[in-house]
Structures are given as structure tokens and as C-alpha cells.
């Protein structure tokens, strides 16, 4: 595992993010900052981050092989075999970006957590060969405080199960782990920003946040997503589009995470869930009505465009043995 190249904050008349080049690094593969300056990334493991109110009426679900699929309002639900996951996701990412490169010439993606390892499709036949990978811009949604080269740091997941394995560069955003968090934060949110400004991510006629073609997301046994957690002044941060957290419930205590006015402005969001223990929270987040004052994160996401729910069996018992 090669070491992290550290990150430099340059102020100048524009501020810049500057990568130092590693001679270490292979040349398949790139990074850019979000200020527009490409360096040689990836043998650098690095850490390189509305409320929802549900529609009383029963989905209608039919069975379709070995799912259970369901659709209401903007939202779909498919519960699977966990090991049928991969294929359905894949199938939904690669139409969503055929669909916006043809549209706008270039297709955003957020990543967050293990998601990703979902992913895996993609970097196998026939996709891997019929992406344009090259014209793929890849976000996180959340990391944490930790540096690239850690177990816990969210972009050397993505890395070790997906960039790494994208044959041609792809445009790849990370976040500074040289930083606080708070500034991390900051710069990061600066980045996107310019980004904005530059088209390269659109933006959301309603609310003139940044619009993400595609945000990946997971959600946790209490609802949590990105770095969004039930009672952390994060979740209420409105200003913001990229904010710190603090004292998170699990370690590590700090992360960056987008916040959920972003989130919300999303085209897009696939969320993937698996596991038994989650079976209860999605329940929640799932159900016609709401128990309790306070919801969790991931009731409160409400995008303004569409989104799906991927569920193994486990993550969707609950849900589908409901009265």
C-alpha cells in the first residue's frame, strides 16, 4: 500500500488544491482537485463526502423473479437476493449515465460508504468496456478525519473495490485529508462550487444547489446516511453544502459530509441496503406513517428527482411483512 502524497493549500488569487506527484503512482488513472488541476492519483489510497413525508397509500408490488418491486410517487423499491444486487444496480447506473452524457456530455456521481462495493458489475463485461468512463465525475458524500491510507476512509474502499479497477481515467474529486475537518469542509464545498459555476455539475432550478446526477448512498441501523446522524447539529445545517461533524456516534468522532439540502437536490438517488439489522429502519423510512417526534436522517431525504431503494432480503423483510 503506497503512502498518502500530501495535499498543499495554496492561496492565491484562486484558491487551489495542489497535488505533489509520487513517481510511485500508475499512470491508468487520474485525479483531479476540484480547482481544475489534474495530478496522477491512484496508487495513493487517499481519503482524496425537506422533510420526507410519506405518501399514505399502499405501493402496489409485484413479484419479478426473484425481487419484489415497488413504485410510488418518485420512488422505487427492489428487494433481492443480495447476490442479485450488483446486477440490478449496475443495469440502473450504466442507463443513468449513457442517459446524462448524451443529455449534458459528462455524468456526476456521489459515493458514500459501502455502497460502493455494489458497484462491482461495472468493472466486468460488457460494462467495463462500454462505459466513457472518461467522461464520469466522481464525488464523495461523506469521509472521515482519517487518512487515505485508513481502514475506515471511505475513498480507499472505493478505491481497492472500484476506481482502482477502471481501465481509462475518469475525473476523480477527492477530499483533503491534510486538512481539519472544518476546513476540509470548506474547501471542499469551494470546489464544488467552482464546478458548478463551470457546469460540470448542474444546477437545481429550485433551489440553485448543486444537482448531482447520481448520489450512492447507504443508510445505517438508525437511519443514518452520508454523515448524517439523528440529533447531530449536521443534520440541521442549512447554509452549508459541505459541512464538518462532530462527535459522530461511532468512530471516527469526525467526518465531512454533504449536507442534506444537497442531497435533496439530487436528480438521482440509488439507496442500498442490506442486512437484517436494518430491517426495522427501513421499515421506518418506508412505512405510511411516522412513530415518534424525531425521524431519522434518512426520512428526511425528499430529492427533487427520483429515488430507488436496493434492499437484500434481510434489509426488506420487515418492510414486506408488513399488515
Known amino acids: 500500500m503506497a503512502t498518502s502524497t500530501p495535499f498543499s493549500l495554496s492561496c492565491t488569487s484562486q484558491t487551489r488544491l495542489l497535488y505533489k506527484k509520487n513517481p510511485m503512482q500508475p499512470s491508468h488513472n487520474t485525479t483531479l482537485s476540484l480547482f481544475g488541476h489534474k495530478s496522477l492519483l491512484c496508487n495513493n489510497p487517499l481519503r482524496c463526502n425537506r422533510a420526507f413525508t410519506p ?4 405501493p402496489k408490488r409485484a413479484h419479478v423473479g426473484v425481487s419484489v418491486k415497488a413504485q410510488w410517487n418518485n420512488r ?9 444486487i450488483p446486477v440490478s444496480l449496475a443495469k440502473y447506473v450504466f442507463d443513468l449515465s449513457e442517459k446524462f452524457i448524451k443529455e449534458k456530455g ?3 456521481i456521489v459515493l458514500s460508504g459501502d455502497s460502493v462495493k455494489y458497484l462491482k458489475m ?3 463485461p460488457p460494462y467495463i468496456n462500454t462505459i466513457q468512463w472518461s467522461k464520469w465525475h466522481v464525488f464523495w458524500a461523506d469521509e472521515k478525519a482519517v487518512p487515505k491510507t485508513h481502514l475506515d476512509s471511505n475513498y480507499k474502499h472505493a478505491y481497492d473495490r472500484f476506481i482502482s479497477k477502471v ?4 475525473n476523480v474529486y477527492t477530499i483533503d485529508d491534510a486538512l481539519s475537518a472544518d476546513i476540509a469542509a470548506d474547501v ?6 467552482i464546478k458548478v459555476d463551470s457546469k460540470v455539475i448542474a444546477s437545481s432550478q429550485n ?5 448531482f446526477d447520481l448520489m450512492l448512498l447507504d443508510m445505517g441501523s438508525e437511519g443514518q446516511l452520508a454523515g448524517l446522524f439523528r440529533g447531530n447539529p449536521a443534520l440541521t445545517e442549512t447554509r452549508k453544502w459541505v459541512t464538518a461533524v462532530k462527535n459522530a456516534p461511532s468512530p471516527p468522532a469526525e467526518r465531512i459530509t454533504l449536507t442534506l439540502p ?9 439507496m442500498v441496503v442490506t442486512g437484517a439489522g436494518k430491517a426495522n429502519a427501513v421499515l421506518n423510512a418506508l412505512a405510511e406513517g411516522q412513530e415518534g417526534d424525531e425521524k431519522m436522517p434518512v426520512q428526511l431525504v425528499s430529492p427533487e428527482g427520483e429515488m430507488k431503494w436496493f434492499l437484500d432480503k434481510g434489509a426488506g423483510s420487515m418492510y414486506l411483512n408488513r399488515s
Not at 471542499?188 to 462550487?193: D, L, R, V
Open 55 to 58: 405518501v399514505v397509500m399502499k
Open 76 to 84: 422505487s423499491i427492489e428487494v433481492l437476493d443480495k447476490q442479485h
Open 106 to 108: 459528462s455524468f456526476t
Open 122 to 124: 461495472l468493472v466486468e
Open 167 to 170: 481501465p481509462i481515467p475518469m
Open 188 to 193: 471542499y464545498e469551494i470546489g464544488i462550487k
Open 207 to 211: 433551489s440553485r444547489l448543486p444537482k
Open 262 to 270: 444537497v442531497i435533496n437536490a439530487s436528480s438521482n438517488i440509488a
